[in-house]
């Protein structure tokens, strides 16, 4: 049998609240794969963000006023469209267009009410930041028209990929206004499944229990849920990050992902030998330092540093578990070393401790002259002030959990509730500059679709502990995690609804033997992580988009062979 020729776009729009603006693990996914798509589709990929920035300019943006001069100015003359056109400051600066949407919230109730007519998404409920997202996202639609039309791309195949749910209105406007124009929408996680787990409801052991329009009115999440799945039903071709979650939209969306696209990493601008080695040491030095400074007292300088990071969701990526795996650990008489451990996990906070940067100033005090000018509570722990340190989830635990970080304890723990994104206060670097300083990193999450934080690391020959109930967890499993322990460079623990005991006090002892390992140990087990990495980069994942680009063009000409019918099933 002959073999079907693959169909490539020779134009690609993509679209996500994160262009040009860090907020979250999506900005990480686009941003690092551009650079492969620049390379095979060079200034063909045109990325739209939002234009939020106003007193501020975006510092990922790079502005070209010529850039599509003429048709960004008819199009703000014709439909009231403000665009900016520039670069990414990223590997590859792919064209981008930044959009103003603020002039659509006026009219938000008669376009809720079109795309209820048109596909029956129920907006009754929506509030927060549903309006604002869905508003971005109809200019995004109009935006993706208006180029179409003025650049004669009719004769060409063409892709339109939105991401997330908040771009799912894009999707339906170019399927009623162009339906030439083949659609993607990838679901990074599913609304629904993110807001069981958390709730605290058991979401593994039940899911098929589950009815996703059920769920979304108790949940309060009627209008995201509801937009959500009318655009994975509309769509030419529906993706999502690994199987975990491809489970999850079949059961709450309806459809199965006809692609799943796993999150690569672009590793180019990692540092390598003797770099490698400078930015090690640099960055322990100063979390040792911070850490004495932050204690009171001072650190042997072999202490094994264990870092935890991402999103403040306290359950979901497991940063209880993580206080509770340091607290067994600690019980644990016969630990020879001590143990730091870092989350790196940013809350609300009124900025960063104004003692703490005198002492860091100041690299003449010691310990002990550290603890009596320190204002911090009895169980110094926080490098940040919080704005409501009493009702702090993470602060609260490690409290209940016993940990006072005193000079006898071999396991303390710091909370470091800042964006690390070079001017924090405290530690003035970047998250990338201080994780290569850790010996091993621990995510144990349980909601995690994809789960970038245990695939960095790895990525930087940092050793991690992660579980089967993410995605990157799910294909480590698959591919490289073979040994017991941290002898391959990751660990991946299973983890479901009822074994929380059992996950941290496993943990624990991971890394407990990681205590004992000899410095030749270690270089092995760091070239075992860096090498899993390599098999998840982005010049092995970038084939699963062009597979979905294949789907997305043949669907659409089997749609368009068709009599037009708008879908609301």
């Keep these: 049998m002959q073999k079907e020729t693959k169909l490539t776009p020779d134009i690609i729009f993509e679209s996500s609240w994160e262009v040009c603006n860090k907020v979250g693990g999506i900005y990480t996914v686009l941003s690092t794969r551009a650079n492969?798509?620049?390379?095979?589709?060079?200034?063909?990929?045109?990325?739209?963000?939002?234009?939020?920035?106003?007193?501020?300019?975006?510092?990922?943006?790079?502005?070209?006023?010529?850039?599509?001069?003429?048709?960004?100015?008819?199009?703000?003359?014709?439909?009231?469209?403000?665009?900016?056109?520039?670069?990414?400051d990223i590997p590859g600066q792919p064209i981008v267009f930044l959009v103003k949407f603020e002039q659509f919230l006026g009219r938000q109730n008669e376009l809720y009410a079109r795309m209820w007519q048109d596909y029956g998404v129920d907006s009754?409920?929506?509030?927060?930041?549903?309006?604002?997202?869905?508003?971005?996202?109809?200019?995004?639609?109009?935006?993706?028209?208006?180029?179409?039309?003025f650049h004669h791309l009719e004769s060409y195949n063409v892709v339109a990929h939105f991401n997330e749910w908040m771009l799912g209105a894009g999707a339906l406007y170019i399927k009623k206004f162009v339906p030439k124009i083949a659609t993607i929408f990838t679901t990074h996680a599913t609304s629904i499944g993110r807001s069981i787990a958390g709730n605290n409801l058991p979401l593994y052991g039940h899911l098929h229990e589950y009815n996703g329009d059920q769920m979304a009115r108790q949940l309060n999440m009627s209008a995201k849920h509801s937009i959500e799945k009318k655009v994975a039903l509309n769509v030419d071709c529906f993706t999502t990050v690994s199987d975990i979650t491809a489970e999850e939209c079949a059961q709450f969306l309806q459809r199965s992902p006809d692609v799943v696209?796993?999150?690569?990493?672009?590793?180019?601008?990692?540092?390598?030998?003797?770099?490698?080695?400078?930015?090690?040491?640099?960055a322990r030095n100063l979390l040792i330092e911070v850490a004495e400074k932050t204690l009171g007292h001072s650190v042997h300088r072999d202490a094994l540093l264990v870092g935890i990071s991402g999103r403040y969701e306290y359950k979901n990526k497991g940063i209880d578990l993580f206080i509770d795996s340091l607290r067994h650990l600690q019980s644990?008489?016969?630990?020879?070393?001590?143990?730091?451990?870092?989350?790196?996990?940013?809350?609300?906070?009124?900025?960063?401790?104004?003692?703490?940067?005198?002492?860091?100033?100041?690299?003449?005090?010691?310990?002990?002259?550290?603890?009596?000018?320190?204002?911090?509570?009895?169980?110094?722990?926080?490098?940040?002030?919080?704005?409501?340190?009493?009702?702090?989830?993470?602060?609260?635990?490690?409290?209940?959990?016993?940990?006072?970080?005193?000079?006898?304890?071999?396991?303390?723990?710091?909370?470091?509730?800042?964006?690390?994104?070079?001017?924090?206060?405290?530690?003035?670097?970047?998250?990338?500059?201080?994780?290569?300083?850790?010996?091993?990193?621990?995510?144990?999450?349980?909601y995690e679709p994809w789960g970038y934080t245990p695939h960095e690391s790895v990525a930087f020959s940092i050793p991690t502990i992660t579980t089967n109930?993410?995605?990157?967890?799910?294909?480590?499993?698959?591919?490289?995690?073979?040994?017991?322990?941290l002898s391959?460079?990751?660990?991946?623990?299973?983890?479901?609804?009822?074994?929380?005991?059992?996950?941290?006090?496993?943990?624990?002892?991971?890394?407990?033997?990681?205590?004992?390992?000899?410095?030749?140990?270690?270089?092995i087990l760091k070239g075992s992580a860096a090498e899993l990495s390599d098999r998840a980069d982005?010049?092995?994942?970038?084939?699963?988009?062009?597979?979905?680009?294949?789907?997305?063009?043949?669907?659409?000409?089997?749609?368009?062979?068709?009599?037009?019918?708008?879908?609301?099933?």
């Design 538 to 569: 982005w010049a092995h994942f970038i084939k699963y988009y062009y597979e979905a680009y294949d789907k997305a063009l043949h669907n659409s000409f089997i749609r368009l062979s068709k009599p037009y019918k708008l879908n609301s099933d």
């Design 469 to 485: 109930l993410s995605g990157f967890g799910v294909w480590a499993k698959k591919k490289g995690d073979r040994k017991p322990g």
């Design 261 to 282: 696209t796993p999150n690569g990493f672009e590793k180019d601008f990692i540092p390598i030998g003797n770099e490698y080695i400078r930015k090690h040491k640099k």
């Design 332 to 446: 644990m008489k016969e630990l020879t070393r001590d143990v730091i451990g870092f989350i790196m996990v940013p809350a609300w906070i009124k900025g960063p401790r104004k003692d703490l940067q005198l002492l860091l100033k100041d690299k003449t005090k010691n310990g002990k002259q550290d603890k009596k000018v320190l204002s911090a509570s009895i169980c110094p722990f926080v490098t940040h002030e919080l704005m409501d340190p009493h009702n702090d989830k993470i602060v609260n635990h490690i409290k209940h959990a016993g940990f006072c970080n005193e000079p006898k304890n071999r396991v303390k723990i710091i909370f470091v509730p800042s964006y690390l994104n070079g001017d924090d206060g405290i530690f003035n670097q970047n998250y990338y500059d201080l994780l290569i300083g850790l010996d091993m990193s621990v995510f144990p999450s349980y």
């Design 488 to 523: 391959d460079g990751i660990e991946v623990i299973n983890r479901n609804d009822d074994n929380y005991s059992e996950v941290y006090e496993e943990i624990a002892s991971v890394i407990y033997d990681y205590t004992l390992k000899s410095s030749e140990q270690i270089a």
């Design 124 to 149: 009754i409920a929506a509030y927060g930041d549903y309006h604002e997202s869905t508003m971005f996202a109809y200019a995004t639609g109009i935006l993706i028209e208006n180029f179409y039309r």
């Design 36 to 88: 492969s798509l620049q390379k095979t589709h060079k200034d063909q990929i045109f990325f739209i963000g939002p234009d939020i920035w106003k007193e501020q300019e975006s510092t990922w943006f790079i502005p070209d006023e010529e850039l599509y001069a003429e048709w960004r100015d008819q199009a703000f003359k014709n439909q009231n469209l403000e665009i900016r056109a520039g670069r990414w």
